[in-house]
């Protein structure tokens, strides 16, 4: 758009602001900033910020969800099946790549990070782990994809080129980037990250239908006759997507989506747990969750609403098709920024951010399938720098399950 387009538009929205600073760039910056200005959905914003506190479980229907225990089936009978899947391509896995290892005090890609294991191991390192055991055992090239953000995009795969793939086949890793949407300040306005450039951040791990339609990654798992795609969070050293069982449970009940879950050690334990919402699979948030379900129990004294989300989930090819066309709920959370405000000086202000949560799709599903481990055997996150969930926890629950 011409800059008369673009004011005429941002003064419809009341966000000229974001043209404040725009006599002072040079004609680079003024011809990026007027396409940055172009891509947003200036609806779509007014919509989150006018409906940012209405997500609330308080008026819904919640319900327990049935779950399946590992230790309670026929593995080897769910394996065959799972295998056969496996050895002929059908499975796919995705790592959620797209954040920095800010709280751990690393500058760079999460999935970057250095572990001192065996050896000095990257977080990336530990996929990889599983992808060429995996090819060892079904002699089957399986597919990663990887999700990256705008920020940390060119760094992640600069790592892969100067560590050569680390020995697997580079046409089998594909990455792709995660969508962004701006930051709102209190009052709606579109922030500023300096005069030039409006600030954006990650659109949450829900976005990774969009960014999967968006970015071809369900066309070129069409034309790999690829029917699952596992997806999980690349914090976690010890997380297993290449799962013969889940798999054919999935294939055998004929399921479009399954998840994992641990048993929480505790009713207080911080994590998502799921359960039906108005009749529909979902997992709610700790924080979001009355005292009374947290602490509900059965008659076995089991913990009714005590599968932890962790994750780990795999989508049929159909489901995530289907997903990526519909926009999903946004979770609004408010944090503060150093943003540029109209007298030219930054600010650390309260900012909203709009994340999409990756469970939030889970109602979409026509059957879903949950799946309880051991949480030591497939948990161990990165999350903080030091205590819990921090790199010294995470090195020796990996360390303890292999035997290191």
């Not at 690829?226 to 290449?242: E, F, Q, R, S, W």
């Not at 399954?258 to 039906?276: E, I, L, N, R």
């Amino acid at each position: 758009m011409t800059y008369d387009e673009t004011l005429h538009l941002l003064e419809k929205y009341n966000q000229e602001h974001l043209l404040k600073f725009y006599n002072e760039l040079d004609e680079h910056q003024k011809e990026n900033l007027l396409n940055q200005i172009s891509k947003i959905d200036f609806e779509y914003e007014k919509s989150l910020y006018e409906n940012k506190d209405d997500i609330s479980i308080i008026d819904n229907d919640i319900a327990p969800i049935q779950v399946i225990s590992k230790e309670k089936i026929d593995t080897e009978k769910y394996d065959r099946i799972g295998e056969e899947y496996i050895k002929t391509g059908k499975l796919a896995v995705c790592s959620m790549a797209g954040g920095q290892g800010t709280r751990l005090g690393f500058d760079g890609p999460k999935g970057c990070y250095i572990l001192d294991l065996d050896k000095p191991t990257s977080i990336f390192e530990t996929i990889v782990k599983k992808l060429q055991e995996a090819y060892d055992k079904y002699n089957v090239c399986i597919y990663w994809y990887i999700m990256t953000s705008n920020q940390n995009h060119n760094e992640t795969v600069g790592f892969f080129e100067q560590n050569n793939y680390f020995g697997y086949d580079k046409n089998h890793i594909i990455f792709f980037n995660q969508g962004e949407l701006p930051l709102l300040d209190i009052r709606g306005k579109i922030a500023l990250r300096d005069k030039a450039n409006i600030f954006m951040a990650p659109d949450g791990n829900g976005g990774i239908f969009r960014a999967l339609k968006n970015e071809n990654i369900i066309e070129h798992m069409k034309n790999n006759n690829i029917k699952y795609l596992a997806v999980g969070n690349v914090d976690n050293i010890l997380i297993n997507m290449i799962d013969s069982t889940i798999l054919g449970l999935m294939v055998d009940e004929q399921k479009d989506l399954a998840s994992k879950s641990f048993m929480k050690p505790t009713p207080q334990g911080k994590w998502g747990v799921f359960c039906k919402k108005n009749g529909k699979p979902q997992v709610i948030e700790y924080i979001e969750t009355p005292k009374e379900l947290i602490e509900a129990r059965n008659e076995n004294n089991e913990l009714l609403y005590g599968d932890a989300h962790f994750g780990c989930n795999y989508f049929d090819i159909d489901l995530l098709e289907r997903i990526s066309t519909e926009k999903l709920p946004m979770h609004a959370a408010c944090k503060k920024n150093s943003i540029l405000e109209n007298s030219g000086e930054y600010d650390f202000s309260n900012t909203y951010k709009f994340e999409a949560f990756i469970f939030d799709s889970f109602e979409k599903a026509n059957d879903v399938l949950i799946y309880r481990v051991k949480k030591d055997e497939e948990f161990a996150p990165i999350k903080n720098k030091e205590g819990d969930e921090s790199p010294e926890t995470a090195v020796e629950l990996y360390k303890k399950f292999y035997g290191i």
